[in-house]
């Protein structure tokens, strides 16, 4: 079997797709714009071959690679980067040699527009935000005399939280519209809720073979943009309702042989038209792994090797691994170098004891949202683990004057 793995290296874990595929006998061949010296040793050893590009975002380029790898090694039966930057990609250049393992061309925009990702939503009888697109001042006021202020804007494919702002009055929707954007973009209702996934990996048939939920306390949105506490933690269980929906969306979505990481809204207080407070609402899908260091999270808090189920899954369309560990609450905290807090990141990591299992900095290209330092800590009870953050994020005397 050979398969493309697209930008290896990175994030830098996202080798260990590379190494368990290896492990299974998979034939990988990498494919990324960094130079081979700059590949972790581990990574390198993994790969059958290596192909640079000088951008992976431009097509002849890439097509040309799999040109290469399909003349020196026969038919490509993957082409995955697991990464929602190149999903895109990866799809056309399934579609321009007919690999039928992940979705083409065809397919993949109602994975990546916020819009038909809530048409398929209320097709499936999943509630939702209403949502429109972006045209004129005039719709949006329109769109807004229905909902009420405040309204979120973002981009209809964007990735995470950026360039995603809240209005909350009509000077804020003049202003927006004083500068249209260049990329179409969204308008949606303002949901008061915390963000909830639904995580894990299916086969072939979209039966999920492994499952995690994780929550945001936080807005996202905040977190980007204003640069409030960074944190999140996955769950010790799914919850049963979040487990139920997720399930309801992965069939809506038609979804099969990947990861997939599933955001809902749980509302904080009613909303009418929408729920009950505690409801779940469908926000976004993405069709990858979730970002930073999550893949390592979920391994350190439910005791299993989530790169070692997904090259199982690509292998032999199952879970050949039986894990057996605790379960735990497993917490992500980024803090900013330009907070002066009370504990530095040294003296939280000898606070945390036995409880750490990451510390360190983040990627620049991911600190924006993450955090521009990260702890990783694993927690038995909720309570301890929200006094541990309590903690993290405590400011410095001389920061409160």
């Not at 290596?50 to 993957?78: C, E, H, P, Q, S």
Request: net charge neutral; hydrophobic share 40%.
């Amino acid at each position: 079997m050979n398969f493309i793995l697209v930008s290896p290296n990175f994030p830098e874990t996202f080798r260990w797709f590379a190494i368990r595929l290896n492990e299974n006998g998979i034939n990988v061949l990498g494919l990324g714009d960094a130079p081979y010296d700059e590949l972790h040793p581990d990574l390198r050893d993994a790969l059958t071959e290596y192909y640079r590009v000088d951008d992976l975002g431009n097509y002849d380029n890439m097509v040309r690679a799999v040109g290469y790898f399909t003349f020196r090694y026969g038919k490509i039966d993957w082409i995955e980067s697991n990464n929602e930057y190149w999903l895109e990609m990866d799809a056309a250049l399934r579609t321009a040699f007919n690999i039928t393992t992940g979705p083409k061309s065809d397919s993949i925009h109602g994975w990546k527009s916020k819009l038909a990702m809530k048409e398929t939503y209320q097709n499936a009888g999943i509630p939702c935000a209403r949502c429109i697109p972006v045209t004129t001042k005039n719709a949006a006021l329109a769109f807004i005399r229905e909902v009420g202020y405040p309204v979120i804007v973002k981009p209809d494919t964007g990735v995470g939280a950026n360039a995603t702002y809240r209005l909350e009055n009509e000077n804020d929707v003049a202003v927006f519209f004083t500068m249209p954007p260049q990329v179409p973009y969204v308008m949606e209702e303002y949901v008061p809720g915390v963000v909830t996934t639904y995580d894990g990996i299916c086969n072939s048939q979209g039966d999920v073979l492994f499952a995690v939920s994780h929550v945001t306390p936080n807005s996202i949105m905040d977190m980007v943009n204003e640069g409030v506490p960074t944190f999140y933690y996955i769950d010790e269980h799914v919850p049963a309702d979040v487990e139920r929906i997720g399930r309801k969306a992965l069939k809506a979505f038609g979804v099969s042989r990947r990861f997939f990481h599933l955001e809902f809204f749980r509302l904080t207080e009613t909303k009418p038209g929408l729920g009950k407070k505690g409801a779940l609402l469908g926000l976004e899908v993405n069709m990858r792994p979730a970002g930073g260091f999550t893949t390592e999270m979920i391994n350190y808090g439910q005791s299993v090797d989530v790169y070692q189920m997904y090259a199982d899954m690509v292998a032999f369309d199952r879970c050949n691994h039986v894990y057996i560990g605790p379960k735990r609450f497993c917490l992500y905290v980024g803090r900013r170098m330009n907070v002066a807090y009370a504990s530095s990141l040294q003296e939280l990591a000898v606070m945390s004891g036995n409880h750490l299992r990451r510390v360190g900095k983040m990627p620049p290209a991911l600190a924006g949202a993450m955090g521009d330092e990260l702890m990783i800590c694993c927690y038995d009870s909720k309570s301890e683990m929200d006094q541990f953050v309590r903690r993290a994020f405590t400011l410095s005397k001389k920061n409160k004057h």
